[in-house]
């Protein structure tokens, strides 16, 4: 750490109530540098939380840590709320293993009430802890810190909703900063930007005020009022907030103490009965050129010079999955009009950019909104077009109801790219696409398919094409792939079929997803061994290659699946066809791999899988235990 005139001496927030306004200032500027050269180094969300360095310092300063609540949507804001709390010296461990998480967590700090990875949830869970308060006679105030991206989603306006109408004291903030991930879209900041625009309404306030000033204590007594009335006049009628019950301030400067504290402490001292909203103006990357000039605000970023804002970029030239996906996808909708793109706020995470570039009129980007992301898609497959919904599989949990009702029950044929399946790195569990094998399997008139490289992938695209009877989706990791020759776009699958890589005898493996490369690693070191096995890759978890694996029962001595999935996913589906074809009550043994029973901390994949237990050598030992439970039992016999 460098040598600060104040941040060296801050360990928590008690340490900034000492403090001048003026002290805060230049504390403010210490965390700033601080930030960018801790993030430099390891990567991670930097333009967020550049942009509230002010607020998490007046937010400290005014409130009393940890017993008043302080809970950041998303968490990508919270790296100058980690510094303020205890973990200044533990930022260069940010979203590696054993360190810092990237997202706030409760097991981390007792300064993190509530642990976020997912946006749009800190308004519902400060009015939790409001309420559990209010029942437990505790006076503790409780803060929601959301940004204008995250306020999107319905989520925070059924919180807000049920908040402005249980009279429970909460203040929200609304860091606004014309800028969530990618270009903030929807009526939400054409309302902002209204609301912004309004500056007359500041000087004529401050006119009022010194109007009111001059008359006597009697009319002072109505200033409240004839506020409320100027508030009113100014912003065109009630703002909607104020409709949804709350006391709307602002908006204000984000980066000017002078304002926020004084804002706060009032908000802070208030016997005002019910929610205030706090309309806070922000600049994501604020204090650092190279961010406040980047198109993203330099949101996500890898290990980068200081000095030139170059981000260190992967020397690799084979493709990401995710471009694989973009661009195969672009190439067929040259060919199929009838083919649209839909993402939910995550159009350069998902490869939709360069969809949309070259399709803009058939590209959307619904904002934070999995749930209606699914359903329009839906809407738009009863009228004959061809949606693909690409989606993170971990946000794809959001919007489980409306793919079980709007989708699979009508039987539509939406097309689900599932981006960032599997263990994925840096972000941790949060993140993780762990569950989406199980909880799409499961669904009658579903096609669920997993490429195990970017060749699959391309066939798996192409297939999903004329699949226009019933929902599919195909999933793949996030990272490059294994630099194979890609298919033409006119290779399509066989629906249900998988293929045999390998033929081998006693022990045949049936692999979905790209744990291939780790069965073909363990295979080989099996051959030195004198070992021969089969290896299969499945494609397909629905419907299963029946015909397939029921030709493996007969002819092999076991059976093992393997899957970077939870438990309910493939495995689970072969191991029930297998009971009921009765294949399992003679001398066959079958194993299954899948992740385990836990959500797995950060780190980088390889590590991840090898705690998961499913990277080669873990893979190898399984075989040699199945092996020798044969031996066992046919020595027995």
Same mark, same amino acid.
């Given at each position: 750490? #460098?040598?600060?005139?104040?941040?060296?001496?801050?360990?928590?927030?008690?340490?900034?109530?000492?403090? !001048?306004?003026?002290?805060?200032?230049?504390?403010? =500027?210490?965390?700033?540098?601080?930030?960018?050269?801790?993030?430099?180094?390891?990567?991670?969300?930097?333009?967020?939380? *550049?942009?509230?360095?002010?607020?998490?310092?007046?937010?400290?300063?005014? @409130?009393?840590?940890?017993?008043?609540?302080?809970?950041?949507?998303?968490?990508?804001? #919270? $790296?100058?709320?980690?510094?303020?709390?205890?973990?200044?010296?533990?930022?260069?461990?940010?979203?590696?293993?054993?360190?810092?998480?990237?997202?706030?967590?409760?097991?981390?700090?007792?300064?993190?009430?509530?642990?976020?990875?997912?946006?749009?949830?800190?308004?519902?869970?400060?009015?939790?802890?409001?309420?559990?308060?209010?029942?437990?006679?505790?006076?503790?105030?409780?803060?929601?810190?959301?940004? &204008?991206?995250?306020?999107?989603?319905?989520?925070?306006?059924?919180?807000?909703?049920?908040?402005?109408?249980?009279?429970?004291?909460?203040?929200?903030?609304?860091?606004?900063?014309?800028?969530?991930?990618?270009?903030?879209?929807?009526?939400?900041?054409?309302?902002?930007?209204?609301?912004? +625009?309004?500056?007359?309404?500041?000087?004529?306030?401050?006119?009022?005020?010194?109007?009111?000033?001059? @008359? #006597?204590?009697?009319?002072?007594?109505?200033?409240?009022?004839?506020?409320?009335?100027?508030?009113?006049?100014?912003?065109?009628?009630?703002?909607?907030?104020?409709?949804?019950?709350?006391?709307?301030?602002?908006?204000?400067?984000?980066?000017?103490?002078?304002?926020?504290?004084?804002?706060?402490?009032?908000?802070?001292?208030?016997?005002? &009965?019910?929610?205030?909203?706090?309309?806070?103006?922000?600049?994501?990357?604020?204090? $650092?050129?190279?961010?406040?000039?980047?198109? /993203?605000?330099?949101?996500?970023?890898?290990?980068?010079?200081?000095?030139?804002?170059?981000?260190?970029?992967?020397?690799?030239?084979?493709?990401?999955?995710?471009?694989?996906?973009?661009?195969?996808?672009?190439? %067929?909708?040259?060919?199929? +009009?009838?083919?649209?793109?839909?993402?939910?706020?995550?159009? +350069?995470?998902?490869?939709?950019?360069?969809?949309?570039?070259?399709?803009?009129?058939?590209?959307?980007?619904?904002?934070?909104?999995?749930?209606?992301?699914?359903?329009?898609?839906?809407?738009?497959?009863?009228?004959?077009?061809?949606?693909?919904?690409?989606?993170? !599989?971990? @946000?794809?949990?959001?919007?489980?109801?409306?793919?079980?009702?709007?989708?699979?029950?009508?039987?539509?044929?939406?097309?689900?790219?599932?981006?960032?399946?599997?263990?994925?790195?840096?972000?941790?569990?949060? %993140?993780?696409?762990?569950? /989406?094998?199980?909880?799409?399997?499961?669904?009658?008139?579903?096609?669920?398919?997993?490429?195990?490289?970017?060749?699959?992938?391309?066939?798996?695209?192409?297939?999903?094409? &004329?699949?226009?009877?019933?929902?599919?989706?195909?999933?793949?990791?996030?990272?490059?792939?294994?630099?194979?020759?890609?298919?033409?776009?006119?290779?399509?699958?066989?629906?249900?079929?998988?293929?045999?890589?390998?033929?081998?005898?006693?022990?045949?493996?049936?692999?979905?997803?790209?744990?291939?490369?780790?069965?073909?690693?363990?295979?080989?070191?099996?051959? =030195?061994?004198?070992?021969?096995?089969?290896?299969?890759?499945?494609?397909?978890?629905?419907?299963?290659?029946?015909? *397939?694996?029921?030709?493996?029962?007969?002819?092999?001595?076991?059976?093992?699946?393997?899957?970077?999935?939870?438990?309910?996913? @493939?495995?689970? %589906?072969?191991?029930?066809?297998?009971?009921?074809?009765?294949?399992?009550?003679?001398?066959?043994?079958?194993?299954?791999?899948? *992740?385990?029973?836990?959500?797995? /901390?950060?780190?980088?994949?390889?590590?991840?899988?090898?705690?998961?237990? *499913?990277?080669?050598?873990?893979?190898?030992?399984?075989?040699?235990?199945?092996?020798?439970?044969?031996?066992?039992?046919?020595?027995?016999?």
């Amino acid at each position: 750490m #460098s040598d600060y005139k104040y941040l060296n001496s801050v360990n928590f927030p008690s340490d900034i109530k000492k403090l !001048s306004t003026d002290q805060l200032k230049i504390l403010s =500027k210490e965390i700033r540098k601080e930030m960018i050269e801790s993030v430099s180094k390891t990567g991670g969300h930097l333009g967020a939380g *550049l942009g509230v360095v002010e607020l998490s310092v007046a937010l400290h300063y005014i @409130f009393n840590t940890p017993n008043d609540k302080i809970i950041w949507d998303v968490g990508h804001q #919270s $790296y100058p709320h980690k510094i303020l709390t205890g973990r200044k010296d533990k930022l260069n461990t940010l979203r590696q293993g054993k360190g810092l998480s990237g997202f706030t967590k409760r097991s981390e700090s007792e300064f993190d009430p509530f642990g976020a990875g997912h946006s749009s949830t800190s308004i519902s869970a400060a009015l939790g802890i409001a309420t559990a308060n209010k029942l437990s006679n505790k006076s503790e105030e409780v803060i929601a810190v959301i940004g &204008d991206g995250a306020i999107s989603a319905g989520m925070a306006y059924e919180a807000m909703n049920n908040a402005g109408d249980s009279k429970t004291k909460l203040i929200v903030i609304l860091n606004d900063n014309n800028m969530s991930i990618a270009k903030p879209v929807g009526a939400m900041k054409s309302y902002l930007a209204k609301l912004f +625009s309004g500056r007359i309404y500041f000087n004529f306030r401050e006119t009022i005020k010194l109007i009111i000033s001059s @008359f #006597s204590k009697r009319f002072s007594k109505n200033a409240g009022k004839a506020e409320d009335f100027l508030r009113s006049v100014v912003t065109g009628g009630t703002t909607l907030f104020g409709s949804l019950g709350f006391y709307y301030i602002g908006p204000i400067n984000g980066h000017d103490l002078d304002v926020l504290l004084p804002v706060l402490k009032n908000a802070r001292d208030t016997k005002h &009965d019910g929610p205030i909203l706090i309309h806070v103006k922000t600049q994501k990357g604020k204090g $650092y050129e190279f961010a406040e000039k980047a198109e /993203d605000k330099f949101h996500g970023v890898s290990k980068f010079n200081i000095q030139t804002g170059v981000q260190q970029k992967s020397t690799s030239s084979i493709p990401s999955y995710t471009k694989v996906f973009a661009n195969t996808l672009a190439r %067929h909708a040259e060919n199929d +009009s009838k083919i649209v793109g839909i993402t939910a706020a995550m159009p +350069s995470g998902t490869g939709m950019d360069i969809f949309g570039k070259k399709f803009p009129n058939r590209m959307f980007d619904t904002g934070i909104a999995e749930q209606h992301a699914v359903t329009f898609a839906a809407g738009l497959a009863t009228e004959g077009f061809k949606p693909y919904a690409a989606i993170y !599989s971990t @946000f794809l949990q959001r919007a489980y109801d409306q793919v079980v009702h709007d989708v699979a029950i009508q039987s539509l044929p939406v097309r689900f790219a599932i981006d960032r399946a599997g263990l994925v790195g840096a972000d941790g569990a949060t %993140h993780a696409g762990s569950f /989406d094998v199980a909880y799409l399997s499961t669904l009658p008139n579903f096609v669920v398919m997993a490429a195990s490289d970017e060749s699959e992938l391309v066939r798996m695209i192409n297939t999903s094409v &004329d699949i226009n009877n019933q929902p599919c989706a195909f999933r793949y990791p996030r990272g490059t792939g294994l630099g194979v020759e890609l298919p033409d776009i006119s290779e399509k699958l066989e629906i249900g079929k998988g293929r045999v890589v390998k033929e081998g005898k006693n022990i045949a493996i049936l692999n979905f997803g790209t744990r291939l490369k780790e069965c073909l690693i363990a295979n080989a070191n099996l051959i =030195k061994k004198g070992i021969n096995i089969t290896i299969i890759d499945a494609r397909f978890a629905k419907p299963l290659d029946e015909k *397939l694996i029921w030709q493996l029962a007969t002819n092999h001595e076991a059976i093992l699946t393997i899957e970077e999935s939870s438990i309910g996913g @493939f495995g689970s %589906h072969v191991n029930h066809f297998l009971n009921e074809k009765n294949l399992l009550d003679g001398s066959l043994k079958f194993r299954s791999m899948i *992740l385990p029973d836990k959500f797995i /901390d950060q780190n980088n994949p390889e590590e991840m899988y090898n705690e998961a237990g *499913l990277d080669a050598k873990a893979i190898e030992s399984k075989v040699m235990e199945l092996l020798n439970s044969k031996i066992l039992i046919k020595k027995s016999n």
